[in-house]
Nanobody, 125 residues
């Protein structure tokens, strides 16, 4: 069992930065790859970024590549998402999630085992 709690969301102007954090409970955190997803009103939940168990590999969606950076600290059971050059279209509820596998399935929300409650990110123009 893994419990995930996100923090760090808020309101920021376009071009600004935010750093999201996700704290995980449980001693098996390093056994899970971690992902960030987001969901805007009226839209499906979409993949943002993922990081492998050790942090040696990462995936990003094309819409955030070069602007967002995912990282993890297995000693502290945390995963972070540094978001730079934010755009109004980045506005959404952001969720962190845990998954056992590290392959193409990592892009799909349906494959994840555990989810946080989400944190709101609002980017004003």
């Amino acid at each position: 069992q893994v419990r995930l709690v996100e923090s760090g969301g808020g309101l920021v102007q376009a071009g600004g930065s935010l750093r999201l954090s996700c704290a995980a409970s449980g001693r098996t955190f390093s056994s899970y790859a971690m992902g960030w997803f987001r969901q805007a009103p009226g839209k499906e939940r979409e993949f943002v970024a993922a990081i492998s168990w050790t942090g040696s590999s990462t995936y990003y969606s094309e819409s955030v590549k070069g602007r967002f950076t995912i990282s993890r600290d297995n000693a502290k059971n945390t995963v972070s998402l540094q978001m730079n050059s934010l755009k109004p279209e980045d506005t959404a509820v952001y969720y962190c999630a845990a998954v056992r596998s590290w392959n193409s399935a990592t892009y799909y929300a349906r494959n994840y085992d555990y989810w946080g409650q989400g944190t709101q990110v609002t980017v004003s123009s």
